[in-house]
């Protein structure tokens, strides 16, 4: 998926708004797993005493149109070797020639140790990490990973939903095959704008035809647009729902969620959630006086970035860390889910989900320093425009 990529880890197995300790231990043990297979394929050393997520080249092996404005890419080693292994749900970052960094949905078959495959939408009006997957990777292009990681872990509930809004189909495409591998009771529905619009076709026909009646393919300028009841109308009974694509259509299936006979709901985002209780606050940067207001519906990072657009962003979401700064004066309100305590208490903050108090100032240790590279490099992954 590009959460555009492309993603939160769910807030809740059952919709509700609190972190759910099942789904953070569900994705510490996948992403600790895969790492233990991982070292079973390669020669046994001593981490070193702060470990990093290891950043490997990848080479663009193959590149495909697979719908409008959607490229895919598999990505393989360029000595032919193995790739570290992950599970439904997974993500890896790129890092772009131009210094972006951007996470994606792994959609292609896990039991491939010798490629990943991710799918981009381009984005007219997104951050430009799209645009530049378009318009710069092409075959035999070699480009820097980290990952994967699992963010939005699959537990094969006996009955479930799949639901994907577009470009959304990139986390869910291997659920559904892990689905219909274990014999799992499971529905998939896709949706889209029209079906030139919507990825891997030729992949949800064949698994159509391979399982008869289980998956639905609903394009806007044919069937409408659905509602979130509709969408949950073909769960089976007590199943559970894992839904990925635009805020939208996440927000309709969460407070359908309540109403209907689902078990549990997890849920991947594009984009950022909306701001709730916010509040009016401001930004100080650094020793210059320089005050940036920050509106109750506007996040920090966003102003900033309109201030200092070299500043490094990614998930906007709270998860990968990469927009970093340090408040040398002010109260942050905290809500990611990254900093440790020790951190926060030295005064780190991700300003793409972290707020002040209404009507404080936060006093910012030369954010300008962070936009030219002196910030700590991000240990979390998600998918990013």
């Avoid at 070193?48 to 393989?76: C, K, N, W």
């Avoid at 792994?106 to 318009?135: K, N, Q």
């Avoid at 509709?230 to 729902?241: E, F, K, R």
Wanted: glycine share 10%; aromatic share 4%; proline share 9%.
């Amino acid at each position: 998926m590009d959460i555009s990529t492309p993603v939160t880890r769910p807030p809740d197995l059952y919709g509700r708004p609190r972190s759910d300790s099942f789904m953070q231990k569900l994705a510490a043990f996948s992403d600790n797993a895969a790492t233990r297979l991982a070292r079973r394929s390669t020669p046994a050393r001593r981490p070193p005493a702060t470990e990093t997520p290891a950043i490997r080249e990848l080479v663009v092996a193959t590149r495909h149109q697979e719908a409008e404005d959607v490229v895919s890419l598999r990505l393989a080693a360029p000595d032919g070797g193995t790739l570290p292994p992950w599970q439904p749900g997974a993500h890896i970052e790129l890092h772009l020639p131009s210094g972006r960094k951007r996470q994606y949905s792994l959609c292609g078959d896990p039991a491939d140790r010798y490629r990943y495959r991710i799918a981009v939408r381009r984005i007219a009006d997104g951050g430009g990490g799209s645009a530049e997957v378009h318009d710069t990777l092409g075959d035999g292009m070699r480009v820097a990973v980290t990952g994967p990681r699992n963010a939005f872990p699959f537990a094969a509930e006996a009955s479930i939903l799949l639901i994907a809004g577009g470009i959304g189909i990139t986390p869910i495409l291997p659920m559904a095959r892990e689905a219909a591998r274990r014999g799992l009771d499971w529905r998939l529905v896709h949706t889209g704008r029209s079906r030139g619009s919507m990825p891997f076709a030729a992949e949800l026909a064949e698994l159509a035809a391979a399982a008869p009646g289980r998956v639905s393919i609903r394009p806007d300028d044919e069937s409408g647009v659905p509602g979130a009841a509709d969408l949950l109308s073909s769960i089976p009974a007590a199943g559970a729902v894992y839904c990925c694509g635009p805020t939208p259509m996440i927000d309709g299936v969460r407070r359908a969620f309540g109403d209907g006979r689902a078990s549990a709901l997890h849920f991947e985002r594009f984009a950022p959630a909306p701001i709730a209780d916010g509040h009016p606050f401001e930004l100080q940067l650094g020793d210059t006086g320089r005050v940036l207001p920050v509106p109750h519906d506007r996040s920090a990072l966003d102003v900033l970035h309109e201030a200092l657009p070299d500043l490094p962003f990614s998930c906007r979401q709270g998860f990968c860390g990469t927009c970093r700064v340090q408040v040398a004066q002010g109260h942050v309100d905290h809500r990611d889910r990254r900093l440790t305590a020790t951190e926060r208490a030295e005064g780190a903050m991700l300003p793409c989900v972290s707020r002040a108090p209404e009507g404080e100032r936060l006093v910012l240790e030369d954010p300008a320093g962070a936009a030219r590279g002196g910030h700590r490099e991000p240990l979390g992954f998600l998918s990013g425009l």
